[in-house]
């Protein structure tokens, strides 16, 4: 007996079917690390982090712009608070934040008591605020 192949041509050129394959190739890849990252990130931290926080992580509220990143710098984001940048700086067990200007002592409370009940809530960890 015999095989049989049963395919259509779409007419697209080779490259665009490679490029096509390639993409999807990568994009699977990529959902298995995330998987992957996401177990040991759970046995980590004993829960589930709550991912939907960070792009909200340093704008509590409609009023504070976030500012594009510059891909110079890394783990570095920037938002307007009331005119004045605010520059949060990510490293390995701290978040250190630089106002580059005035801001009231009420305002900057705020955005300090956000960002840190954020960060606790997305790892489930206790986040202290500690002024330099």
């Known amino acids: 007996m015999g095989c ?70 890394y783990n570095v984001f920037r938002v307007l608070v009331d005119g004045v940048v605010v520059r949060f700086t990510e490293e390995s067990r701290l978040v250190r934040a630089v106002a580059e200007g005035r801001l009231s002592h009420e305002r900057l409370r705020a955005l300090q008591e956000s960002v840190r009940n954020k960060l606790s809530a997305a790892e489930g960890a206790t986040w202290e605020i500690e002024t330099l």
């Open 4 to 73: 049989l192949a049963f395919g259509r041509s779409l007419g697209l050129p080779e490259s665009f079917r490679d490029t096509e394959l390639k993409e999807q190739v990568s994009k699977q890849w990529l959902k298995e690390q995330l998987a992957t990252e996401m177990q040991r990130l759970e046995a980590h931290i004993g829960r589930t982090p709550d991912l939907d926080l960070i792009p909200f992580l340093y704008c509590p509220d409609d009023s504070i712009t976030q500012l594009p990143q510059d891909e110079d710098q």
